[in-house]
T-cell receptor, first 111, second 113 residues
Framework: DQQVKQNSPSLSVQEGRISILNCDYT??????FLWYKKYPAEGPTFLIS?????DKNEDGRFTVFLNKSAKHLSLHIVPSQPGDSAVYFC??????????FGAGTILRVKS | DAMVIQNPRYQVTQFGKPVTLSCSQT?????MYWYQQKSSQAPKLLFH???????NEADTPDNFQSRRPNTSFCFLDIRSPGLGDAAMYLC????????????FGPGTRLLVL
């Protein structure tokens, strides 16, 4: 039973345009959400997070939006750069330190 | 730089032959985690240590064990690897068990022949 789903295995975007990565979850107890970025041959690195008491969190080019009623969150990257090409994982926590991950979305930014 | 280190990066073992994967950290974090990630799937938590307290996930097979001899090191032991255990094994740390942000090592890719 996948509690966190990233339904798009891959996404291709032109440099300078917006990248939108989506994530859906089923567990209404999740109250904290994170995005991780992974380059080949490296471990996932923390990118941005959002608490369930917010609906938006912004950090430079990266913004995460949370829609609790739809159990949906998205990561927006504006403008997209070739260095953003990586695998992006969505993760969720129901309080505390245990994370449930999605399967990831491969983002390719074309120059 | 403070980091999470995993050795080896690639490990080949034979069916049924015990294997140990190693993780060390210089972050001085209290919590260490082991995840299994199969191709195109989500990382799956196997277990974690909060200090010396071991926390096993309910669906982690008995074939998987872990040891944490000190704050810096944590080991994953696979007693009798099967072909289905071939995967990327990721080690991660967090400061406390209330801290959602985890810091990952580069992973060890295990191949079972």
């Amino acid at each position: 039973d996948q509690q966190v789903k990233q339904n798009s295995p891959s996404l291709s975007v032109q440099e300078g345009r917006i990248s939108i990565l989506n994530c859906d979850y089923t567990n209404s107890m999740f109250d904290y959400f994170l995005w991780y970025k992974k380059y080949p041959a490296e471990g996932p690195t923390f990118l941005i997070s959002i608490s369930s008491i917010k609906d938006k969190n912004e950090d430079g080019r990266f913004t995460v939006f949370l829609n609790k009623s739809a159990k949906h969150l998205s990561l927006h990257i504006v403008p997209s750069q070739p260095g953003d090409s990586a695998v992006y994982f969505c993760a969720a926590s129901a309080g505390g330190n245990k994370l449930v991950f999605g399967a990831g979305t491969i983002l390719r930014v074309k120059s | 730089d403070a980091m999470v280190i995993q050795n080896p990066r690639y490990q080949v073992t034979q069916f049924g032959k015990p294997v140990t994967l190693s993780c060390s950290q210089t972050l001085n974090h209290n919590v260490m985690y082991w995840y299994q990630q199969k191709s195109s799937q989500a990382p799956k938590l196997l277990f974690h240590y909060y200090d010396k307290d071991f926390n096993n996930e309910a669906d982690t097979p008995d074939n998987f064990q872990s040891r944490r001899p000190n704050t810096s090191f944590c080991f994953l032991d696979i007693r009798s690897p099967g072909l289905g255990d071939a995967a990327m094994y990721l080690c991660a740390t967090s400061k406390t068990d209330r801290d959602e942000t985890q810091y990952f090592g580069p992973g060890t890719r295990l191949l079972v022949l």
